[in-house]
């Protein structure tokens, strides 16, 4: 089995357990860095189901989740995954939240994504890519927004759950609002990522993202003809995450900073 067609198969098989899951109360069983980052016992359940799939099919691959961490391996390859990305959203039957399962070569430090894909609940939109292959929703294939002009572009954005830290981001928002056409926060980083990559969105910025946030979105929106980044122009980062049309890409990275 390819690795696009593992991880896709992986990240459906964690999906269809999260969502069935879902039908039943679900309840914060710890909290992170914040209180306000919570963790349910679905979360783990789900990362651990993933996890051992991805075992069982390539047992020498590197793992790291978010909720379980690191696992070297002795492949060249590791797999990131978050197994619930929007777990506040999940919490309160909100939407949007998604599965999603990457793989690059490479320990987490150094890696470059191979392939990957994202399950977008509940609605089950299946979004995928690999390197060089183009990206595709439900096996049809994607282009990014050809929007050219920030003041009519669509943005999606999020808040960090330190509560610190969101002041400072409301700032930057505050001064990039007037300047686009609107701005949507949906709770979900890598879904904002896929978005992108559909034209559902025509830019996003993310700050605070872990690797798990991005690693399958940010090969989703690339492989779609977005650009995708991090500080200065090189790879996406905990300090930012930034994905948009080309025609766009410059004057956004420049309104957030």
């Known amino acids: 089995m390819d690795l696009l067609t593992l991880a896709t198969a992986v990240a459906r098989r964690g999906a269809d357990f999260v969502l069935s899951r879902r039908v039943a109360a679900v309840s914060v069983v710890a909290t992170k860095a914040s209180e306000l980052d919570v963790v349910t016992a679905v ?3 789900a990362e651990t189901l993933i996890r051992e799939a991805l075992r069982a099919a390539r047992p ?3 793992f790291l989740g978010e909720e379980s961490g690191h696992r070297p391996g002795g492949s060249g390859l590791t797999w990131i995954v978050d197994p619930i990305d929007g ?3 999940y919490l309160y039957r909100a939407v949007p939240y998604a599965v ?3 793989v690059g070569s490479g ?3 150094a890696w470059t994504a191979e392939a990957g894909a994202v399950v977008v609940l509940p609605a089950g939109e299946v979004f995928a890519a690999a390197r060089g292959s183009g990206a595709t929703l439900d096996g049809r294939p994607l282009r990014a927004s050809g929007e050219t002009r920030l003041d009519r572009a669509l943005i999606g954005t999020g808040l960090a759950y330190d509560r610190e830290a969101r002041a400072g981001q409301l700032a930057v928002l505050g001064r990039l609002a007037p300047g686009v056409r609107d701005v949507r ?4 980083a890598c879904a904002d990522l896929c978005a992108v990559a559909a034209g559902r969105l025509d830019g996003c910025y993310e700050r605070g993202l872990g690797p798990w946030d991005h690693a399958a979105g940010a090969l989703i929106a690339r492989e779609a003809g977005a650009v995708v980044e991090g500080p200065g ?3 996406p980062d905990a300090e930012l995450v930034l994905a948009a049309a080309p025609g766009i ?6 309104a957030v900073g």
Request: proline share 11%; glycine share 14%; hydrophobic share 30%.
């Open 87 to 89: 777990t506040v959203n």
């Open 233 to 235: 122009g090189g790879p």
């Open 107 to 109: 320990p987490p430090e």
């Open 100 to 102: 999603s399962v990457a």
């Open 60 to 62: 020498r691959d590197g």
């Open 249 to 254: 890409a410059a004057a956004l990275r420049r």
């Open 185 to 188: 926060m949906s709770g979900s």
């Open 43 to 45: 979360d783990r359940e």
